[in-house]
T-cell receptor
Framework: AQSVTQPDIHITVSEGASLELRCNYS??????LFWYVQSPGQGLQLLLK??????LVQGIKGFEAEFKRSQSSFNLRKPSVHWSDAAEYFC????????????FGGGTRLMVKP | DVKVTQSSRYLVKRTGEKVFLECVQD?????MFWYRQDPGLGLRLIYF???????EKGDIPEGYSVSREKKERFSLILESASTNQTSMYLC?????????????FGPGTRLTVL
């Protein structure tokens, strides 16, 4: 069965600093990988996804993620964080099973210092 | 603009009560989902529906049931609420069954069972 681990429960960065959120997955085949963001009081919004091809994926709001098969990782990055990026971030892996369900990681809560 | 709405943002119920959580999507999507979100555990799938009157159990269906009588509406039912069902409940919809198809989320219902 597939699984996702987000090792950092909380991360605090200063506004303008760079950001990297870690995601490790376990899946027997080529994974479908996703990053979602949940802003306070809102539902999840898709930031980006990876299926195949270029291992560096660009998303919305200036985010990117890099797929590294050898490390089973799909880390999310942003070169310069804005205060509005404070939110909870979820990594997910899609499994090719009945319904093609997503398995989510535990989430990382990002706080941004002024 | 795509929209998934949930009937309540906050709900307080007593142990043993029957609880209905309603979700409506206006995108004519085939698939709908109910997740439970708990700190550190991320999102866990309770049930999903791939068509009207069709449903499949997710990872944690115990204590829950669902109903989908119309394409746009997916209800989660707690037959006899218990304190361990205090949680955030998220509904989502997806246009197709493709593993890469984006899921669109509602804002969530925070349920407290006393």
């Amino acid at each position: 069965a597939q699984s996702v681990t987000q090792p950092d429960i909380h991360i605090t960065v200063s506004e303008g600093a760079s950001l990297e959120l870690r995601c490790n997955y376990s899946y027997g085949a080529t994974p479908y990988l996703f990053w979602y963001v949940q802003s306070p009081g809102q539902g999840l919004q898709l930031l980006l996804k990876y299926f195949s091809g270029d291992t560096l994926v660009q998303g919305i709001k200036g985010f990117e993620a890099e797929f590294k098969r050898s490390q089973s990782s799909f880390n999310l990055r942003k070169p310069s964080v804005h205060w509005s990026d404070a939110a909870e971030y979820f990594c997910a892996v899609g499994a090719r099973n009945a319904g093609n369900m997503l398995t989510f990681g535990g989430g990382t809560r990002l706080m941004v210092k002024p | 603009d795509v929209k998934v709405t949930q009937s309540s943002r906050y709900l307080v119920k007593r142990t043993g009560e029957k609880v209905f959580l309603e979700c409506v999507q206006d995108m004519d999507h085939e698939n709908m989902f109910w997740y439970r979100q708990d700190p550190g555990l991320g999102l866990r799938l309770i049930y999903f529906s791939y068509d009207v009157k069709m449903k499949e159990k997710g990872d944690i269906p115990e204590g829950y049931s669902v109903s989908r009588e119309k394409k746009e509406r997916f209800s989660l039912i707690l037959e006899s609420a218990s304190t361990n069902q205090t949680s955030m409940y998220l509904c989502a919809s997806r246009a197709g069954t493709g593993i890469g198809d984006e899921q669109f989320f509602g804002p969530g219902t925070r349920l407290t069972v006393l």
